[in-house]
């Protein structure tokens, strides 16, 4: 790894990287305050919960447990707007990050450096893993406080199991959005491709929990092995699901390395 390009790449994306921390930061804040207003409303929240459909009700994994607990509510917007934002910065960065220089017409200057197209290639991906881990850990230390703050009787567990499964979803996305990059055209705006990709995952899978006449397309979706939202208040680490998540990342990060090394690079 090449210190100089790394902290090069980290200053060119940390406008970026603000920018969308603190959309998510924003969100996580907003949904954890607005909480005690609604478990206030008691037992009208459980009614109106009765009188939702119930395929509406799978479709969003909302239960009574939703709006009885803070763990159950903040669940419920983790798995459907929180990691959603954070996939798509991390994809959409992955998607363009090593091929930027080929995209704005640089790429002769730094190959042109002593410096091999591998630690270029390394470099970049180390850049990209650490504004996903930094994203990451901010927003769950965040949702730790705000929990604290506005909750009580937390099951921490659950809370543990779900960011868990958050990880390596988006980990999953964003080594998704890398090897996009490395087999499209750099001059391609990927965020189209990006959003498509992860609202895509997650509407299959909410279509497949809302009726059991599509159950099969939840298999499609990565969504369906890394649940995020409790039943009855309770969520468990799927390890098996996580490892292979883990080798998907794995495999899809070596085939877009591989690829970078090999192609044509037009400078």
Request: charged content about 15%; proline content about 2%.
């Amino acid at each position: 790894m090449n210190t100089v390009l790394f902290f090069g790449e980290l200053k060119r994306n940390r406008k970026n990287a603000l920018i969308w921390t603190s959309i998510v930061l924003a969100f996580t804040l907003m949904i954890l305050s607005i909480f005690p207003s609604f478990s206030h409303m008691g037992e009208d929240m459980v009614k109106l919960m009765s009188s939702l459909p119930e395929e509406y009700a799978k479709a969003f994994g909302m239960d009574e447990a939703t709006w009885s607990s803070i763990i159950g509510f903040y669940a419920t917007y983790y798995g459907i707007y929180i990691t959603l934002l954070m996939g798509i910065f991390t994809a959409s960065t992955g998607a363009v990050i090593i091929g930027k220089e080929e995209r704005d017409g640089t790429a002769e200057f730094l190959l042109t450096r002593p410096i091999s197209r591998g630690v270029v290639a390394k470099t970049k991906l180390a850049v990209l893993g650490t504004l996903f881990i930094l994203l990451f850990s901010v927003q769950s230390a965040v949702a730790v406080v705000g929990m604290n703050i506005f909750g009580s009787d937390i099951a921490w567990d659950a809370m543990f199991a779900m960011h868990v499964h958050g990880f390596f979803l988006i980990a999953f996305f964003t080594a998704a959005g890398v090897l996009l990059g490395s087999l499209l055209s750099v001059k391609l705006n990927f965020m189209g491709p990006v959003v498509g990709m992860i609202f895509g995952s997650y509407f299959l899978n909410a279509i497949a929990s809302a009726s059991e006449a599509v159950d099969w397309l939840a298999y499609l979706s990565p969504y369906h092995y890394m649940p995020l939202t409790l039943e009855k208040g309770q969520l468990e680490i799927s390890t098996v699901a996580c490892a292979g998540f883990a080798a998907a990342t794995a495999v899809m990060l070596w085939v877009a390395y591989n690829r970078y090394l090999k192609k044509d690079i037009v400078g």
